[in-house]
């Protein structure tokens, strides 16, 4: 018996260490602090996105304890925070729920337990921060109740109300007045003036701001955004070649807290309360991008002092004020002309200049648009075998290595900077090219090469890349295959990437009275589209891309539940692959598992004969007219600030071009025909990709 208590006592010790270990690691990795005295809001460790636990999770253990207000999940947090309506419940919870064996591994070193803490203070990404950005001006209380009342009945949303530019994007309903801001190229035409220009009932107050010199000119363009709860918008920086310096921001009917992210990780948050003006400058202006994050309530100091309180949004309706410069509407574009590919020495030149140099200069502002996996392949990932091998070639930032944790899974990217993202969140990776794959044949269990192969400018190289994806499969193997469809039409149904902003009006709308139907059976379910990742955006502006998204959404991304000795052997087992088996492009395997290539053959592209077929530049949001193109990835940087004397140096608008084949229908499966050793076992269509799933014989 003694022995017994002895046993338990050593237990309890561990214990206690351990708890002490996850503290430290909180205050000082996440700046979470914790207490004893007993809180209404608890910090979940093991209980975030990171290692793969959905908000529906947490809920279903939490919610027996008590009323829950809110759920806050966190893209690449190993924790999240459950906010009681009491301290009481939240007591409850922590005592029952601490150790909590909530998912058990293979292994017990792959067993998830759950640790709950206490908060007295929450993170910037969650809770407002103690300052503000340089150059960033807060004024509370700018206009009246009165005032607030006369705005928000001034702008209406109705169908019926044409006399502004209306539209509704993805995360919120807008309206502009005086100039049409056009998100398709993230700039205005001055040239094409609106009907109503900002309406009178602004003067007043528009007036006091130039004559207090809070901006020193009057606005003449308004943007009008109406966000509902769980709205947000993602992070991004004003058009700097499109508007003066000092863009005013006033928020009406409920708070939120805005973010705001230096290009050097520092992340500030600005809870902004109604009736509030927010004026960017300077540096705020062009170096912070400044974003919402979607969910429905923030974590705030509370009013009383002595805590933190959970504060519930409500509709907000921002009212963002700008002025037009000299150089609003130019959008510089690459000069030089490209041709389609005659040659295979043409086509590595043509994707070293519009694929590999243009994903390397873009990688942050990419990976942090690419963060919600898609159903189907998220199907796909969790229909395999728990220990099987995973393969994603073209990973991109990682989205699709966290969504089975029971999988061997090893990521691999063309980018340097995308790879090194991936590494950064502990994935394991390496860089290599699609067309030569340094893995042992035979070795793979399940592959994913997800918007990779229309990169390739000809049907040899994009045959030889699934060749390639065949080979490292081991009998039986699947891989699952994504590239863009020219068909963004299918069913009488358009894609998300082609429909227009009036047809995305209706969709909202449905979709808002479903969640309003949700909301009514469950308290749980806010948006789980968090806009945070992993060092969020530059100074970048939003843009399209192949996979139809662009959410700033919840970043499932989490360290593997395996041991890492374990991975390590398989990743060394397959990449012990001979470079006398690649029958694809030379290159030499590093120790890193990095493939180098010569880039001395990469001629410029200019020079190509003239009987070249000349490859045109797409219209984002519009229908593809040719197979081979270009499209345009818009970047905005600042190259530096001089800060002595405040001034600030901005690049102009920089445009890539990346390329891109779009497939007809049947042409992938036709390609996959007519690799060897292979079949195809589903073809399909999913939101303007054609997809197959090949399976190796």
């Not at 005295?37 to 529906?56: F, H, K, M, R, Y």
């Not at 109740?145 to 006399?163: A, N, T, Y």
């Not at 100091?301 to 150089?327: E, H, I, N, Q, Y």
């Amino acid at each position: 018996m003694a022995a017994r208590s002895g046993d338990v006592g050593k237990l309890e010790r561990k214990r206690n260490k351990k708890l002490s270990r996850i503290k430290d690691k909180l205050a000082k990795q996440e700046n979470v602090i914790v207490c004893e005295e007993p809180t209404a809001i608890l910090c979940v460790q093991n209980g975030g996105l990171d290692n793969g636990v959905s908000q529906d999770e947490v809920y279903g253990l939490c919610s027996q304890y008590g009323t829950i207000q809110d759920i806050i999940m966190i893209p690449q947090k190993p924790y999240c925070f459950v906010c009681y309506n009491e301290p009481k419940a939240a007591a409850t919870a922590k005592e029952k729920l601490t150790g909590h064996l909530l998912r058990e591994g293979k292994d017990p070193s792959q067993n998830i337990h759950l640790y709950l803490f206490f908060v007295a203070s929450a993170p910037s990404h969650v809770s407002p921060s103690s300052e503000l950005p340089p150059g960033l001006l807060l004024f509370e209380e700018f206009i009246t109740g009165e005032m607030e009342q006369k705005l928000l009945k001034r702008i209406s949303f109705e169908e019926h109300d044409v006399e502004a530019k209306g539209s509704s994007l993805k995360h919120r309903e807008v309206k502009h007045f005086g100039y049409e801001f056009k998100y398709g190229i993230n700039n205005v035409d001055p040239s094409e003036p609106l009907a109503e220009g900002i309406p009178k009932e602004c003067n007043e107050f528009l007036q006091r701001a130039v004559e207090t010199r809070i901006v020193a000119h009057f606005p003449d363009q308004l943007t009008v955004n109406k966000y509902l709860p769980g709205q947000g918008i993602p992070p991004h920086v004003d058009t700097p070649s499109a508007f003066e310096d000092g863009i005013m921001s006033l928020s009406c009917g409920s708070q939120v807290i805005m973010d705001f992210r230096h290009p050097d990780g520092r992340h500030l948050s600005v809870l902004l309360p109604p009736r509030s003006l927010l004026v960017m400058t300077g540096e705020s202006r062009y170096i912070w991008s400044h974003g919402i994050t979607p969910r429905k309530s923030d974590i705030i100091p509370s009013p009383a002092g002595g805590g933190l309180t959970l504060a519930v949004r409500g509709t907000r309706t921002s009212f963002t004020f700008r002025k037009l410069s000299a150089t609003a509407g130019v959008i510089p574009t690459d000069e030089k002309e490209s041709f389609m590919p005659k040659t295979d020495k043409e086509a590595s030149a043509l994707e070293s200049q519009h694929v590999h140099s243009v994903y390397e200069e873009i990688a942050d502002h990419f990976s942090d648009t690419r963060h919600k996996p898609w159903p189907q392949i998220a199907d796909f990932l969790r229909a395999q075998q728990p220990g099987s091998v995973l393969v994603d070639i073209g990973c991109g930032n990682g989205k699709y290595l966290s969504v089975n944790p029971h999988l061997c899974k090893i990521g691999s990217d063309r980018s340097e900077k995308l790879a090194g993202i991936c590494k950064h969140r502990g994935f394991q990776v390496f860089v290599a090219d699609v067309l030569a794959i340094p893995v042992r044949s035979g070795s793979v269990d399940v592959g994913l090469c997800i918007a990779v192969i229309h990169h390739l400018s000809t049907k040899v190289r994009r045959k030889q890349a699934i060749e390639e994806l065949v080979r490292i499969l081991r009998p039986g193997g699947h891989v699952l295959i994504y590239v863009w469809a020219q068909e963004q039409e299918k069913d009488n149904k358009k894609s998300k990437y082609l429909k227009s902003c009036r047809e995305y009006k209706q969709e909202q709308k449905q979709d808002a009275e479903k969640h309003q139907e949700q909301d009514q059976t469950s308290a749980r379910k806010s948006s789980e589209s968090e806009l945070e990742s992993k060092n969020m955006p530059k100074q970048n502006q939003i843009s399209d891309e192949c996979d139809n998204s662009v959410e700033f959404g919840k970043g499932n991304v989490h360290r593997d539940n395996l041991k890492t000795t374990e991975l390590e052997h398989n990743f060394n087992g397959l990449c012990a692959r001979d470079i006398d088996d690649s029958s694809a492009n030379p290159g030499t395997l590093h120790q890193t598992g990095e493939l180098s290539f010569d880039d001395s053959s990469n001629s410029n592209l200019s020079q190509y004969r003239t009987d070249s077929k000349k490859l045109q530049v797409h219209v984002n949001r519009t229908e593809f007219k040719e197979q081979d193109m270009l499209v345009p990835w818009q970047l905005k940087k600042a190259s530096g600030v001089e800060m002595k004397t405040g001034n600030v140096e901005l690049k102009e608008c920089q445009t890539f071009h990346r390329y891109y084949h779009v497939f007809k229908q049947g042409e992938l499966d036709s390609l996959c025909a007519e690799v060897t050793g292979c079949v195809v076992n589903r073809s399909y269509y999913d939101q303007g990709n054609w997809c197959v799933e090949l399976e190796k014989c």
